[in-house]
C-alpha cells in the first residue's frame, strides 16, 4: 500500500511541475528573423499600430488583459453570534500585460518588450 501512495504521489508531482512549465519565447533570436506577418499569424491583428517617419511599423499586442481582484476582509461580529462576518473587499489592480514589436521596412523585426499598462 505504501508503494502506491509514494508511486500516486510521484505521478501527481510530476504532472503539477509539467504543467507548470511554459515555453519562453527567446525574442532576442528573433530579431533580424521574424517578420510583421509571421507575428500576424501567430497573434492575430495587431491592438495598436503606427507607421513611423523612416517606415518602421510599432505594432502592440495584449498578451493578457488587466483585472481587479476582490479580496474579502475579514470582520468580527459579537459573542453569540453564528456565521460568517465579513466588513468589505480590498481590491488590488493586476495591470494588463502587453507585447511591443518594431519591424524595419523590410517587414523584420528590429526591437522588441513587454510592458504592462
Not at 30 to 38: A, E, I, K, L, S
Request: net charge neutral; glycine share 10%.
Amino acid at each position: 500500500m505504501n508503494l502506491a501512495i509514494r508511486a500516486t504521489a510521484i505521478a501527481l508531482a510530476t504532472l503539477i511541475l509539467a504543467g507548470c512549465a511554459t515555453q519562453q519565447i527567446d525574442w532576442k533570436t528573433r530579431v533580424g528573423n521574424y517578420t510583421y506577418d509571421q507575428a500576424v499569424m501567430d497573434y492575430g491583428p495587431p491592438d495598436k499600430t503606427a507607421k513611423l517617419s523612416d517606415d518602421s511599423t510599432v505594432a502592440e499586442w495584449m498578451m493578457q488583459r488587466g483585472q481587479v481582484v476582490e479580496t474579502p476582509e475579514p470582520g468580527f461580529y459579537p459573542p453569540g453570534y453564528w456565521g460568517p462576518a465579513w466588513y468589505g473587499f480590498s481590491s488590488t489592480y493586476m495591470p494588463g500585460k502587453y507585447l511591443l514589436l518594431t519591424f524595419g521596412p523590410d517587414g523584420k523585426l528590429k526591437a522588441w518588450r513587454h510592458h504592462y499598462k
